[in-house]
């Protein structure tokens, strides 16, 4: 299911999980405009079919880069 994941997509799941999925806040830390963080989180949804704005599939995706050796965790 992790296949296809940019490091920037991971990133953007464990700053989605820290800034309590709020947007603008991820864009702000990984400072990427709040378009492209968008964009890739239509990506993560594409790949994973798991959507990063629900708190409940975000969890999932975060223990995915985790157990996988995501790059900031």
Known sequence: MRKGLS????QIILAMYDCGMHVQSVADKLHYAIGTIYYH???IHRITGLNPRGYYELCE???MVK???GNNG
């Open 67 to 69: 157990k996988t050796g």
């Open 7 to 10: 490091e920037i997509d991971e």
């Open 41 to 43: 989180i239509r990506q």
């Open 61 to 63: 995706l975060v223990e």
